[in-house]
């Protein structure tokens, strides 16, 4: 067992020390997506890493009448709302991971229609990933500090083109790059999920592809890994059961807790044993835990309050000199 | 990927044809968790008979008070929290209840300060369910057998494991907390089925109680006491309590409200058990949270009254109280004590073998007590560790059963030195009193960020469905100062009435501020510590700007 603290103090960090602020899972929020630019800034990091699930999930419909619009959001209603009062509602549906959806009655019946509502998701997904990406060149351009996105498995694939364009934030999935003396590989896709996302992989081949990866890493010493999904069977995994219906299983009343994590990531985290390992995915399971040598964590999301939950890791000396999870 | 419910089906304010949101096809959403399951989950965390048997304590600690008028006093007081409750809960899903609240909403320190005199008072209350094991469960049970089979050797070690035999409480009180423990180690699987085979088997004797208690005449129950106590028992016992317990000459009002402050500390904390689910069903939906709130804590002192109303009419109001006063005398000489509830519920029953199997039936609703206290516990235990405030070794969770072994340890020592206080205390009601006077000053916090989030968090409260207006008010705030009010006059009037709840008045008045200091300095402390090894803890959660 190890000790409960260490000896020895680590006050000031090596001058190669390296700050990163880590977060994922913000599907959609834009309050959440603020804060993250911002965390570069305020956590005084050198690298801002977005771990994958950056879309929301759901359309909130603003129908425009004679009066003004209407809506319902939040448990909130708003009936023939003025002009500010539909710019100040359509923020709030943001900042809480949705996208605003504005229209007459007849546009937002259409919507009724599986493929017109499925080409409505995807441009208004799209669409908030290019405001968003002229927010951070706005705020991240000649500071110096680095941001890395990568989709997740949720995430339709329309985003990696108005990702890769960006000339600030560097779209990484798939990819393995250098940050100074690190190394970071970096897998959006995850495991297979009972809702069929659009990034999706078996075990066999997630971890086809993550070797793959990793064959061209020089340092597995100083190795980074942002993969999606947690390792199997950790502290990072657990989620309540559902079945085919995705009713969420009950035990003694309780929801029932099981594991949903890699098998591929917890066989690649166990023999590459890199570093750092940073995962997402698993709302519920905030944890940091150690595989072998390797620090994994997953700092957890609350995305639906506008709150940002995230990681700061402090690396240095070919190790982790300090991390902590923190909900800014 | 997140449990999470699709967004509610509700129609769009101005066309009933439309839905206000559609979802798309992605990881984490789930059809709703089912009324019964909640239901289930919400019961577990609140032990019904457990709950009734403390309660109906109120008519020794107040004699002369009005039972059910102190449960009315108690549900309208309780109405405060279980809203704050609620509204907090749907502004801040799955976040983890008193303690996220105050840290995030006031301060970290003062979060910290606060949750632990819920901590220290669960792990109190750990050692007072043991320790009832005995007391409340293994000696009626085998004194009322004994009554019944005529057996002095069973009505003998009904006794043995009575109040004057702390040893033996002790020894059983260990046993239970030792077996409980150990299960929480094994597995929580493991935990959760015998603590539901427990409560499955002590809900449906209680059920079977009720029903007989319901059907047996006071008539037939005087008949029955006298025909085993001995000729005239019944009114002996009545005469012998009705100079001072009961209340011959009219209600007393200021018992009345001593008996309010106990039976409001016995039912308020229902959101303990149900927040979790109520976070987990309706996260985010104010209505579905306000219902699981106030729904639980009415139907719970609802059920009591009823259940209280039928065992006092077949058993006796003043019969009862002056039982509890120790003033009856059973077969043998034997003594109830403050055991009475089962003990009598036991003699109303006909036949000795379903006298025996719905008294022991009964001791099942402890050890699920016992268990919601230690997971109680040993969940801070986890969010202190989380937030850097212990070592992170005490989160350790074992990768074999899944388990967190070294905080199931710490909480397993803990709530033994509270097993063996109570056991070797002159009375349990100082242990009770304590603890129940502790449990309120998380709620006074609670009550405090409710008030202050508007101002303090914007983001979090300004289009939350925290924010809801009744007739132009504002409820949250409103909520928020009543369960403050509620908090601070609970612990007012626990003070006051510290003779009837035998706990020093100086110690108890000062101990929620002690903790309080000792949770700030030990979050200075941490922070001093953590600072050193590169970790700011002032940042957990410090909100970063998004503008």
């Given at each position: 067992m190890k000790p409960f603290f260490k000896r020895g103090s680590t006050v000031d960090p090596p001058r190669n020390a390296r700050r990163l602020f880590f977060a994922t899972d913000i599907h959609g929020s834009d309050r959440c997506f603020r804060k993250f630019i911002n965390a570069g800034r305020f956590y005084g990091v050198d690298y801002l890493i977005l771990g994958g699930d950056i879309t929301g999930k759901s359309l909130v419909l603003i129908e425009r009448t004679a009066r003004g619009w209407s809506a319902r959001f939040n448990d909130h209603q708003y009936v023939d709302i003025d002009e500010d009062a539909r710019n100040a509602l359509e923020q709030n549906i943001r900042d809480h991971g949705q996208y605003p959806y504005v229209g007459d009655r007849a546009e937002l019946e259409a919507l009724a229609d599986d493929e017109y509502r499925d080409a409505a998701f995807r441009a208004t997904v799209v669409e908030g990933i290019r405001r968003w990406i002229k927010l951070a060149e706005e705020r991240l351009a000649g500071t110096g500090i680095r941001c890395f996105i990568t989709p997740g498995n949720d995430d339709y694939f329309d985003i990696d083109e108005p990702l890769q364009e960006s000339d600030v934030v560097e779209f990484v999935d798939g990819s393995t790059i250098r940050l100074d003396e690190y190394e970071m590989l970096t897998c959006g896709y995850s495991n297979i999920t009972p809702w069929r996302s659009p990034r999706e992989l078996p075990e066999e081949q997630m971890l086809e592809r993550l070797n793959d990866m990793a064959s061209g890493v020089e340092d597995h010493e100083n190795l980074i890994v942002v993969i999606h999904p947690p390792p199997y069977d950790t502290p990072l995994d657990h989620a309540p059961a559902i079945d085919d219906e995705f009713v969420v299983q009950m035990q003694s009343g309780a929801p029932m807790l099981v594991p949903v994590g890699s098998t591929a990531v917890r066989a690649f985290v166990e023999s590459q044993q890199p570093l750092l390992g940073l995962h997402g995915h698993v709302h519920e399971s905030k944890a940091s835990e150690y595989i072998g040598r390797t620090l994994c964590i997953n700092p957890g999301s609350e995305y639906t309050e506008g709150t940002l939950a995230g990681a700061i890791v402090t690396l240095g000396d070919r190790r982790v000199l300090a991390h902590q999870l923190i909900v800014g | 990927m997140a449990i999470e419910a699709p967004p509610p089906a509700a129609t769009s304010p101005t066309s009933p044809s439309l839905p206000s949101a559609y979802a798309r096809k992605s990881t984490g959403l789930v059809r709703q968790i089912s009324l019964t399951g909640q239901s289930v989950f919400a019961a577990s965390g609140n032990p019904f008979g457990f709950s009734l048997v403390i309660t109906l304590f109120a008519l020794t600690l107040f004699p002369r008070s009005n039972f059910y008028i102190a449960m009315a006093i108690a549900l309208v007081c309780g109405v405060t929290s279980w809203v704050t409750?609620?509204?907090?809960?749907?502004?801040?899903?799955?976040?983890?209840?008193?303690?996220?609240?105050?840290?995030?909403?006031?301060?970290?320190?003062?979060?910290?300060?606060?949750?632990?005199?819920?901590?220290?008072?669960?792990?109190?209350?750990?050692?007072?369910?043991?320790?009832?094991?005995?007391?409340?469960?293994?000696?009626?049970?085998?004194?009322?057998?004994?009554?019944?089979?005529?057996?002095?050797?069973?009505?003998?070690?009904?006794?043995?494991?009575?109040?004057?035999?702390?040893?033996?409480?002790?020894?059983?009180?260990?046993?239970?907390?030792?077996?409980?423990?150990?299960?929480?180690?094994?597995?929580?699987?493991?935990?959760?089925?015998?603590?539901?085979?427990?409560?499955?088997?002590?809900?449906?004797?209680?059920?079977?109680?009720?029903?007989?208690?319901?059907?047996?005449?006071?008539?037939?129950?005087?008949?029955?006491?006298?025909?085993?106590?001995?000729?005239?028992?019944?009114?002996?016992?009545?005469?012998?309590?009705?100079?001072?317990?009961?209340?011959?000459?009219?209600?007393?009002?200021?018992?009345?409200?001593?008996?309010?402050?106990?039976?409001?500390?016995?039912?308020?904390?229902?959101?303990?058990?149900?927040?979790?689910?109520?976070?987990?069903?309706?996260?985010?939906?104010?209505?579905?949270?306000?219902?699981?709130?106030?729904?639980?804590?009415?139907?719970?002192?609802?059920?009591?009254?009823?259940?209280?109303?039928?065992?006092?009419?077949?058993?006796?109001?003043?019969?009862?109280?002056?039982?509890?006063?120790?003033?009856?005398?059973?077969?043998?000489?034997?003594?109830?004590?403050?055991?009475?509830?089962?003990?009598?519920?036991?003699?109303?029953?006909?036949?000795?073998?379903?006298?025996?199997?719905?008294?022991?039936?009964?001791?099942?609703?402890?050890?699920?007590?016992?268990?919601?206290?230690?997971?109680?516990?040993?969940?801070?235990?986890?969010?202190?560790?989380?937030?850097?405030?212990?070592?992170?070794?005490?989160?350790?969770?074992?990768?074999?059963?899944?388990?967190?072994?070294?905080?199931?340890?710490?909480?397993?020592?803990?709530?033994?030195?509270?097993?063996?206080?109570?056991?070797?205390?002159?009375?349990?009601?100082?242990?009770?009193?304590?603890?129940?006077?502790?449990?309120?000053?998380?709620?006074?916090?609670?009550?405090?960020?409710?008030?202050?989030?508007?101002?303090?968090?914007?983001?979090?409260?300004?289009?939350?469905?925290?924010?809801?207006?009744?007739?132009?008010?504002?409820?949250?705030?409103?909520?928020?100062?009543?369960?403050?009010?509620?908090?601070?006059a609970a612990i007012a009037t626990a003070l006051y009435f510290h003779t009837q709840l035998a706990f020093n008045v100086w110690v108890a008045g000062v101990l929620p501020f002690g903790i309080m200091a000792f949770g700030l300095a030990w979050y200075a402390v941490a922070r001093t510590v953590r600072?050193?090894?590169?970790?700011?803890l002032d940042l957990v959660y410090r909100t970063i700007p998004p503008e």
């Open positions: - | 409750f609620a509204l907090l809960s749907a502004m801040m899903p799955r976040v983890g209840g008193d303690y996220a609240f105050v840290s995030r909403i006031l301060n970290p320190a003062v979060g910290l300060g606060s949750n632990l005199s819920f901590f220290v008072g669960s792990m109190m209350a750990a050692g007072l369910w043991c320790y009832w094991v005995a007391e409340q469960g293994l000696s009626p049970a085998l004194t009322v057998i004994g009554a019944v089979t005529h057996s002095k050797g069973l009505t003998s070690a009904g006794a043995s494991f009575g109040p004057t035999h702390q040893v033996n409480c002790f020894l059983v009180a260990a046993g239970a907390l030792l077996l409980m423990s150990g299960l929480s180690a094994l597995g929580t699987r493991i935990a959760f089925r015998v603590v539901t085979a427990l409560f499955m088997i002590a809900a449906a004797g209680f059920v079977i109680d009720m029903v007989i208690l319901a059907l047996t005449s006071h008539g037939s129950f005087v008949s029955r006491i006298n025909h085993l106590a001995g000729h005239g028992s019944y009114g002996k016992t009545v005469a012998k309590g009705s100079a001072s317990l009961l209340p011959t000459h009219g209600y007393s009002v200021k018992s009345t409200i001593g008996a309010a402050y106990y039976c409001l500390s016995n039912t308020v904390f229902c959101w303990a058990g149900v927040y979790t689910i109520a976070e987990f069903r309706g996260a985010g939906q104010r209505k579905r949270q306000l219902k699981t709130m106030l729904g639980t804590g009415s139907v719970q002192i609802f059920l009591i009254l009823i259940a209280a109303f039928i065992f006092l009419n077949t058993v006796g109001y003043s019969f009862f109280i002056s039982a509890l006063g120790g003033n009856y005398s059973g077969p043998g000489g034997s003594t109830v004590g403050l055991a009475g509830y089962v003990y009598f519920a036991g003699l109303a029953t006909p036949g000795k073998l379903l006298v025996a199997i719905l008294s022991l039936s009964f001791m099942g609703w402890w050890l699920p007590g016992l268990w919601v206290n230690l997971a109680m516990a040993q969940r801070a235990l986890l969010s202190y560790s989380f937030d850097g405030l212990l070592p992170k070794r005490i989160a350790y969770v074992s990768p074999k059963t899944h388990t967190p072994l070294v905080a199931i340890a710490i909480v397993t020592v803990g709530s033994l030195a509270g097993c063996a206080w109570v056991s070797f205390s002159s009375s349990f009601f100082k242990v009770l009193g304590i603890m129940l006077l502790l449990s309120f000053v998380p709620m006074i916090f609670v009550g405090v960020a409710a008030i202050a989030v508007k101002r303090r968090r914007t983001d979090l409260y300004k289009g939350s469905p925290a924010e809801w207006r009744i007739a132009g008010v504002e409820v949250l705030p409103v909520a928020g100062a009543g369960c403050l009010l509620v908090g601070v600072r050193k090894r590169g970790v700011d």
